[in-house]
């Protein structure tokens, strides 16, 4: 069966400090990835997609970056965390139009 | 553009008691619509979809839910809440699927409390 794994769990960072988070898919090829941002009272926001190694796209400008170097591991990355990267991300997957399938989320504190 | 409503930001319902969570869309075609779950510091498990077919689509954890096209509604119910149902609950919309495969939009949740 599929299973989808994402780490850390929890991370506590400095301000101007870099990222990186990171998750794999196990079970599946050729996996859609994905990375969402959740804040509090506002759902569930898309910040990046990829449909194939190396193929990125972003839906919002920001200052996070995405990274998929093998077929089934997507990184989500930093140079230098700002107050406002704070907050629940999400990797999930997808082999089919629409049925996501999500990690256990990391939670991301910017102090 | 597409949208999700959901209007209900908490609700509470006492063990026992029937549930219905409300769910509104904007969407140009027929929409691929879907019900998440949420339990506090975890991630989202899929509790059911609408892809096309019978309007009423049955889901886990006795959940059912019904797409009805002229009120771009797709209401999650459960006739009997148990207290594990407490989380928060997210519906979806599908996007084009010719280009952003999977790209969902999510509304803002309704969070589930269950009295005992």
């Known amino acids: 069966s599929q299973t989808i794994h994402q780490w850390p769990a929890t991370l506590v960072q400095p301000v101007g400090s870099p990222l990186s988070l990171e998750c794999t898919v196990e079970?599946?090829?050729?996996?859609?990835l994905y990375w969402y941002r959740q804040a509090a009272g506002r759902g569930l926001q898309l910040l990046f997609y990829?449909?194939?190694?190396?193929?990125i796209s972003s839906e919002v400008p920001q200052n996070l970056s995405a990274s998929r170097p093998q077929d089934r591991q997507f990184i989500l990355s930093s140079k230098k965390l700002l107050l406002s990267d704070s907050g629940f991300y999400l990797c999930a997957w997808s082999v089919r139009a629409g049925e996501l399938f999500f990690g256990e989320g990391s939670r991301l504190t910017v102090l | 553009a597409q949208s999700v409503t959901q209007p209900d930001i908490h609700i509470t319902v006492s063990e026992g008691a029937s549930l219905e969570l409300r769910c509104n869309y904007s969407?140009?075609?027929?929409?691929?619509l879907f019900w998440y779950v949420q339990s506090p510091g975890q991630g989202l498990q899929l509790l059911l979809k609408y892809f096309s077919g019978d309007t009423l689509v049955q889901g886990i954890k006795g959940f059912e839910a019904e797409f009805k096209r002229s009120q771009s509604s797709f209401n999650l119910r459960k006739p009997s809440v148990h207290w594990s149902d407490a989380a928060e609950y997210f519906c979806a919309v599908g996007e084009n699927y010719g280009g952003s495969q999977g790209n969902l939009i999510f509304g803002k949740g309704t969070k589930l409390s269950v009295k005992p």
């Open positions: 079970g599946t090829s050729n996996p859609n």
């Open positions: 969407y140009g075609a027929t929409p691929y």
């Open positions: 990829s449909v194939g190694i190396g193929q």
